[in-house]
């Protein structure tokens, strides 16, 4: 069988990338491993920005989703570790807390000409397309012919792991990812009536979530908590813990749901796109580590990079047709490499070397930063929106002022902002492929003097 473009994963991000070229007469083949009525169910904060369905819904008439969203969010509540200082980061145009299974479901429901084959998964390349694994009937070794295959496996990343080194195309992309870029993450879903019902609550501590953080998001008359943690920490022996603090009330709550999972924490892989056996390979979603690296957010961020997938190769096909997408190289897929990291790459990235900064400072530090001002709310709030924090010197010398008792921390805040803004600046100059490893050079040399730095 033959299909113009094979896009492997059915979750969000690959969801919409099917949505977008469901109007371009191409031929377009979802698989994914999970039986039909399974596709949606995933492990997760569930929470997603309202912003990303506006867009989505300008772009490709995204049905905004109703029954599908158990709660409504205004914004965000950060705590200190001791509990005694409160960030509010409200979000310009909320949120929703959605019940994943049924969400997936939406989303399948409004493709109209993709052909969708469920229990099936990815198991190679072979010179003219994928090999796949039929798990209903055991059928191995199957061949789906194709020119293009989307990566939206998740963190597995299948496809991306599969792709050969043998040549400059293929290393622009990396098969693994470090373990400090890892969450290992737990979540129950309690029978709980949260305090805050219009607020997600993440708990910043050292203590119970090392390299991570805790959460707590209001899902209805249930609660989803949960937390996430460096590898090798073990997620359930921690959240355990908590569970005790939590009280006895929140203790004797009925479960109704649990399950562990793995998100990357970092900024996008550095090249999303690379060619295998003259088949273009692009990645979406937690393949390609789209995911907020401060609080592990991947839903809105999977979604939009399936829209700018789609377009990318609808572009090629509508410049050079049918015979173009025949004949791909990696000058065409290169639009969808440099559009998504000029706008959006270099907001991810330098949340990651602020999240590096987080990582390293001890609970009592965040305590102090956080209640004498040194770091503030609206730095959170403009980090959050992928704004810059300016420091003016002024504004330095009153953050050192404030912040006495922890003078170091003071000065790694000010180099971190400074590397935050560095990278950015890389990223708004995001090079073709020839120029791409003296590019990426140049980000790993930002991140190496962060951490030597603190």
């Not at 949606?40 to 867009?55: N, Q």
């Not at 989803?224 to 929140?250: A, H, I, M, T, W």
């Not at 829209?307 to 897929?333: P, T, V």
């Amino acid at each position: 069988m033959y299909y113009d473009v094979v896009i492997v994963g059915a979750g969000p991000g690959g969801a919409i990338a099917a949505k977008t070229l469901d109007d371009s007469n191409l031929s377009v083949c979802l698989i994914d491993a999970k039986t039909r009525e399974k596709i949606g169910e995933k492990v997760c904060g569930d929470a997603v920005g309202k912003e990303f369905f506006d867009f989505l819904h300008e772009k490709i008439n995204l049905e905004y989703p109703d029954e599908e969203v158990k709660d409504r969010i205004d914004g965000i509540k950060v705590f200190s570790p001791d509990r005694k200082t409160v960030f509010d980061v409200e979000t310009k145009e909320g949120g929703y807390m959605l019940d994943r299974p049924k969400f997936g479901q939406h989303l399948l429901r409004q493709l109209k000409n993709i052909c969708l084959m469920d229990n099936i998964k990815f198991t190679d390349f072979y010179e003219k397309g994928i090999i796949v694994e039929r798990k209903e009937n055991g059928v191995k070794n199957e061949k789906i012919e194709c020119k293009i295959v989307i990566d939206a496996s998740g963190f597995n990343a299948v496809v991306r792991k599969r792709t050969n080194n043998n040549n400059n195309a293929a290393l622009l992309m990396e098969k693994d990812i470090a373990q400090n870029d890892i969450a290992i993450c737990y979540r129950e879903i309690r029978k709980y009536k949260f305090e805050d019902p219009h607020h997600c609550h993440i708990y910043l501590s050292r203590k119970f979530s090392p390299g991570g953080y805790l959460w707590e998001f209001p899902e209805g008359e249930h609660l989803n908590v949960g937390l996430g943690v460096l590898y090798p920490s073990v997620p359930k022996k921690q959240y355990d813990e908590y569970v005790k603090f939590r009280g006895e009330k929140f203790l004797n709550s009925e479960i109704i749901n649990a399950g562990g999972g793995i998100s990357p924490t970092r900024r996008p892989v550095d090249s999303l796109v690379a060619m295998q056996n003259g088949m273009g390979i692009m990645l979406v979603g937690d393949a390609a580590c789209q995911v907020n690296p401060i609080h592990g957010g991947g839903i809105g961020q999977a979604m939009r990079a399936g829209y700018f997938a789609g377009m990318a190769i609808k572009k090629i096909y509508e410049r050079n047709g049918r015979e173009g997408i025949g004949k791909i190289s990696l000058n065409d897929l290169w639009e969808y490499n440099s559009y998504y990291m000029q706008n959006y790459g270099g907001t991810i990235a330098s949340l990651d070397l602020f999240r590096i900064f987080l990582q390293n400072l001890s609970d009592e530090e965040v305590n102090s930063g956080m209640s004498s001002g040194m770091i503030k709310e609206d730095d959170l709030i403009k980090i959050s929106e992928g704004e810059e924090i300016n420091l003016s010197i002024a504004e330095k010398i009153m953050r050192l002022s404030k912040g006495l008792s922890t003078l170091s921390t003071a000065k790694k805040l000010a180099y971190t902002v400074k590397k935050m803004k560095e990278i950015k600046e890389l990223y708004k100059n995001y090079q073709s492929h020839e120029k791409f490893f003296e590019w990426k050079e140049n980000v790993e040399r930002i991140y190496e003097d962060l951490r030597k730095h603190i």
